[in-house]
């Protein structure tokens, strides 16, 4: 009887794990197409209302996106993620949202791409990378898994428009323990944890 019961439990668990895997594969790609009509709405509409629900990505379906933190940087989500992991885990949750700040603030901005990969990216053809993580030569791949959970939260929150502008529009960003030349060049908008956060002086984007 006893074996009987284990039989059925593995049959089970057998024919559960590719519905599990179809179910996590149709929320990815709902997640990777809202986030794709996101990115364009951001792009044109300055309203800063947050998403309507039915439009808004969820966090179950933000979570399947990559999971293992392996994947090609070819999707919003992915590439948003993946930008707050590199450039500030181990840090407050601020820190890493005033990341995700940035990145959606150049969205679209004169000066800088009109997809957030394009900005995430910005640079790496002339080895002059804006995030300096996409040039250094290392692995892209996660290495810890809570933080980058928390990284594709922060980026869903982003880009349904529910993450508040801690940096006060900024456009640039650099480490507090460093003075690069560039920031003379513009107007400070915010200290968080360990960044300094800037925008232009004449509010255009160079």
């Known amino acids: 009887m006893r074996?009987?019961?284990?039989?059925t439990?593995?049959?089970?668990?057998?024919?559960?794990?590719?519905?599990l895997a179809t179910d996590q594969e149709q929320k990815q790609q709902v997640a990777k197409e809202k986030a794709e009509v996101l990115e364009q709405k951001?792009?044109?509409?300055?309203?800063?209302?947050?998403?309507?629900?039915?439009?808004?990505?969820?966090?179950?379906?933000?979570?399947?996106?990559?999971p293992a933190g392996k994947a090609p940087l070819d999707d919003a989500i992915t590439c948003l993620?993946?930008?707050?992991?590199?450039?500030?885990?181990?840090?407050?949750?601020?820190?890493?949202?005033?990341?995700?700040?940035?990145?959606?603030?150049?969205?679209?901005?004169?000066?800088?791409?009109?997809?957030?990969?394009?900005?995430?990216?910005?640079?790496?053809?002339?080895?002059s990378c804006q995030f300096s993580w996409w040039c250094d030569g290392k692995?892209?791949?996660?290495?810890?898994?809570?933080?980058?959970?928390?990284?594709?939260?922060?980026?869903?929150?982003?880009?349904n428009k529910q993450l508040p502008d801690h940096t006060g529009g900024?456009?640039?960003?650099?480490?507090?323990?460093v003075k690069p030349d560039w920031a003379d060049k513009y107007v400070k908008t915010a200290d968080i944890g360990l960044f300094r956060f800037y925008k232009p002086r004449d509010g255009d984007a160079k």
């Open 3 to 7: 074996f009987d019961w284990i039989a």
């Open 9 to 19: 439990c593995l049959a089970i668990m057998l024919l559960a794990g590719p519905a």
């Open 42 to 66: 951001a792009t044109q509409d300055s309203n800063p209302a947050p998403v309507p629900k039915a439009e808004a990505i969820t966090q179950p379906e933000a979570q399947a996106v990559d």
């Open 81 to 127: 993620a993946r930008s707050i992991y590199w450039e500030a885990k181990g840090k407050e949750s601020t820190d890493m949202e005033a990341v995700a700040n940035v990145v959606m603030n150049r969205l679209g901005h004169e000066g800088f791409p009109d997809t957030v990969c394009g900005v995430v990216k910005q640079g790496s053809e002339t080895k």
């Open 139 to 159: 692995s892209d791949t996660v290495q810890e898994e809570a933080p980058y959970a928390m990284a594709k939260e922060i980026a869903r929150k982003a880009l």
């Open 170 to 177: 900024a456009l640039y960003f650099h480490d507090r323990t």
